[in-house]
């Protein structure tokens, strides 16, 4: 069992940057590929972002390439989303989830840990 833990999210204006944060807890957290995804109110939830457990393999939506990096530093439990040049329709609460799955899922069912989620709000 992993514990999440998001933090970072907020009130930015189009164009600028935010730096998601989630923490993990539990069991060795570099056993885990860890992912972000986001969801948007009425709409289903969405892939964002995706690295492998090493973090050598990184896999992004073709929405956020070029302008979120996902990271991860497996000595602090901690995966990062490093969202920049961001639009209104980045709006949504993102959310960080864990599986021990190899590479880089990109799906919803292909995650067995979900943290709370961290609201983001672009404003144009």
């Known amino acids: 069992q992993v514990q999440l833990v998001e933090s970072g999210g907020g009130l930015v204006q189009a164009g600028g940057s935010l730096r998601l944060s989630c923490a993990a807890s539990g069991r060795t957290f570099s056993r885990y590929a860890m992912g972000w995804f986001r969801q948007a109110p009425g709409k289903e939830r969405e892939f964002v972002a995706a690295?492998?457990?090493?973090?050598?393999?990184?896999y992004y939506a073709d929405s956020v390439k070029g302008r979120f990096i996902i990271s991860r530093d497996n000595a602090k439990n901690t995966v990062y989303l490093q969202m920049n040049s961001l639009k209104p329709e980045d709006t949504a609460v993102y959310y960080c989830a864990g599986t021990d799955r190899y590479g880089t899922p990109a799906r919803v069912m292909e995650y067995d840990y979900w943290g709370q989620g961290t609201q983001v709000t672009v404003s144009s």
């Open positions: 690295i492998s457990r090493s973090g050598v393999s990184t």
